[in-house]
Structures are given as C-alpha cells and as structure tokens.
C-alpha cells in the first residue's frame, strides 16, 4: 500500500482468479480502437489502443473528439460495482486502455477534463504486465514512481488532478500486455 493523502495504491486488490479472468477477457475484446491525438499541433496516433464504456447518454470528449460509449462488459461492469462499493463512489463510466507491450506508452497528462467534474475522485486498475507509473508535482515537480501490477487499484482523490499530473513512460524491456480500467464519474456534456 503507498499513500500520501492524494493518491492510494492497493497492491493486488482484484483476486488474482478475477484479474486473470478479465485480463483474458478483454485482451480478445474486438472494441479496441486506435485513436489519434493532436501533439505539437499534429495528429498523431496514440501509442495504445482504448475503449470507453458508461451508461447510457455518457459521453466523453478526449483530445477534441467525442466518443460515444460502448456497452458495459458484464464483467466490468460488475468490478465497477466493487470498486465504486469500496471507493463510496457511483462510477458511471470506465476508460479502458491496452498497452501491447513496453513501447506503447502515456505521456504526461492530468485527468482534468471539464465532464469530470471539479475534484474528481478516479479509481485506476491495472492488469497484465507490471509498469511504472510516474506522478510529477505540478509546481514542485516532486516525481513519485509507482510499480502498478496485477490486480492492483490506484484511487486517485479530488485534490490530485489539481496538484499532480501522471504519466506512464515507455518500458522497452515489457513484452506483455497491460490492461488499465480507470473508473470515472462523467457528467453528461452535450453532443456535438
Ligand atoms: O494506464 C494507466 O495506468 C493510466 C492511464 C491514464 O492516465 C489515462 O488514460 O488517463
């Protein structure tokens, strides 16, 4: 377990049997998309692959682009019931993400769009290969690396989006998959 009052790691939280079974899961889930991101004012596609799943009329606007929700995996849906349980949260949406291996990657970023609402708590699971995972204060710029696992839940709270941005460096050494959930309360924005 590491905590600092923003940020709360719980090592293997999922039963490894349930990591596992939704690990294999999702590696064969067809829903993976490929999106692009404007960088240094280009479009350029992201080193993962994502999907996003909410209720109905929940939708999320990333890098300047709507997306629309698929429909919850029975089984994510049931985790999402856990972890909102555990978190006295009432998660409505998950952002999935698939890193196929060390090179894929996640560059620094806060979660702090506009539809998260002002101090959003995220509960974060990974599953798959062990990475490292990087916070940097965002006046301070104090780095604290993380080692996420199997089965293991981050919960970021209000303030940490705020002070903290996070990213997930390149591990060219990784060869396996990892499988990140992070479960989020979206406020419906319009479409368009
Ligand atoms: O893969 C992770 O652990 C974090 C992903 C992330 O930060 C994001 O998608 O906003």
Not at 33 to 39: A, D, P
Not at 104 to 110: A, K, N, P, V
Not at 163 to 184: D, E, G, M, Y
Request: hydrophobic letters at 35%; glycine letters at 8%.
């Amino acid at each position: 377990m590491y905590l600092n009052g923003k940020i709360a790691k719980l090592d293997a939280w999922l039963p490894q049997e349930q990591s596992r079974s939704l690990y294999q899961q999702l590696l064969a889930y067809p829903g993976w998309q490929q999106h692009s991101i404007r960088m240094f004012g280009r479009q350029v596609l992201e080193p993962r692959l994502s999907s996003w799943m909410a209720d109905d009329g929940v939708n999320y606007r990333y890098s300047g682009k709507l997306r629309e929700a698929a429909p919850w995996l029975h089984e994510v849906k049931q985790v999402n019931e856990e972890i909102s349980a555990y978190c006295g949260a009432d998660f409505n949406s998950v952002l999935l993400n698939y890193y196929r291996n060390g090179t894929d990657s996640m560059g620094w970023h806060g979660d702090n769009e506009p539809e998260l609402g002002e101090l959003p708590v995220i509960a974060s699971l990974s599953l798959g290969a062990t990475r490292r995972f990087l916070f940097r204060h965002r006046q301070t710029k104090q780095v604290i690396e993380l080692q996420l696992a199997d089965g293991d839940l981050l919960i970021m709270n209000g303030l940490c989006q705020n002070q903290w941005q996070h990213s997930l460096p390149k591990s060219p050494a990784v060869q396996q998959p990892r499988i990140n959930l992070t479960f989020r309360v979206t406020h419906p924005i319009a479409s368009g």
